[in-house]
Nanobody
């Protein structure tokens, strides 16, 4: 499974960006897609996830500012980021989880896209 993330860039505080992540290379249905981020010197952390059933989950730090969505085929996931803050500066990674069976699942990661928010 290949995940191609795009949409990162430099934006001023208070601005918006929209990240996209396209999945390819699988005929098995993806069950969950999500965004994580890693700031310099910090561990990777959850930003948001969305399931095939459209259930979403957000980190407290982004609730009310970010919105995650996926297309019907769960082959592309988007992250709309509004009211960006300098603390949102990080490399953003998308991931996809596939449940191949009841007892076996795998998580795949994209290459990351850099988001820089200037004050």
């Amino acid at each position: 499974v290949q995940l191609q993330a795009s949409g990162g860039g430099l934006v001023q505080a208070g601005g918006s960006l929209r990240l996209s992540c396209a999945a390819s290379g699988t005929s098995v249905r993806i069950t969950t897609m999500g965004w994580y981020r890693q700031a310099p010197g910090k561990q990777r952390e959850l930003v948001a996830t969305v399931t095939r059933g459209s259930s979403t989950n957000y980190a407290d730090s982004v609730k009310g500012r970010f919105a995650i969505s996926g297309d019907d085929a769960m082959s592309t996931v988007y992250l709309q980021m509004n009211s960006l803050k300098p603390d949102d500066t990080a490399i953003y990674y998308c991931n996809a989880q596939i449940h191949y069976s009841i007892s076996y699942s795998r998580t795949y990661w994209g290459q990351g896209t850099l988001v820089t928010v200037s004050s």
